[in-house]
Structures are given as C-alpha cells and as structure tokens.
C-alpha cells in the first residue's frame, strides 16, 4: 500500500469534516472548475461552500490557493445561482502573512485552521 501525501491527506479530513457541516450537499467534494481541481466545492440549497485547504505556512503557497479561490468565485456563481462562501484552510492556526495575503483581494475569504473549522 502506497503512503498517502500529508497534503492529500489533510485535504480528504478538510473534506469529512465538511460532508458533516453541509450535510445537505449531494456529491460535495474535489471538484474540476476551469480545467483546474478545486479542493472542495459544497452546494446547498442557500449556498456554496468552495474551499482551498494547505499543510503549507508559505506566503507564496497561501497566493496561489487565494487566488484560485478568488478566481473562482464569479464563474461558480454563474453556475449554480448562488452566494459562495470562500474557505482557506490551513493545518495550524494560519500565520500572519496568510492572512494579510487574504487581505488583499476584494472577496472576502474565512481563512482559518481546520481545528476552528471544526
């Protein structure tokens, strides 16, 4: 049996836990948006949960997944007729630079660790 990647493996408890939050959202998970695999995407009646979750204290990495987040946003929108709601989770307690990288977009992005998301 091959060992599992800690990243992927965060990402699939990010996921559980998630499942058990939006109960209400039939086949949410890893999902292709844009040619591009997005971490979780959660649909429910109300709204959609999209969320970008790392193992990684980087500026940098928290960047890309913001930014993924962020690009995301209007296109997912238009699909399902919905408010979405961002999610950047992080392993630890996110760092200062994460979050002032969160600051700089215009949406607004709940940035938290996976024990608060809990």
């Not at 990647?5 to 990010?14: D, I, S, Y």
């Amino acid at each position: 049996m091959a060992k599992q990647q800690p990243g992927k493996e965060f990402e699939r408890k990010v996921l559980r836990i998630a499942r058990i939050k939006f109960p209400d959202a039939k086949d949410g998970g890893s999902n292709m948006v844009s040619g591009l695999e997005r971490d979780g995407i959660f649909v429910t009646k109300d709204v959609v949960h999209y969320m970008e979750c790392t193992i990684s204290k980087t500026k940098s990495k928290a960047f890309q997944d913001i930014r993924k987040l962020d690009g995301t946003l209007g296109k997912l929108v238009s699909m399902h007729r919905r408010p979405v709601i961002l999610w950047f989770i992080t392993k630890e307690e996110p760092t200062a630079e994460q979050k002032a990288v969160a600051q700089k977009f215009s949406n607004p992005i709940r940035i938290l660790s996976l024990n608060n998301f809990i």
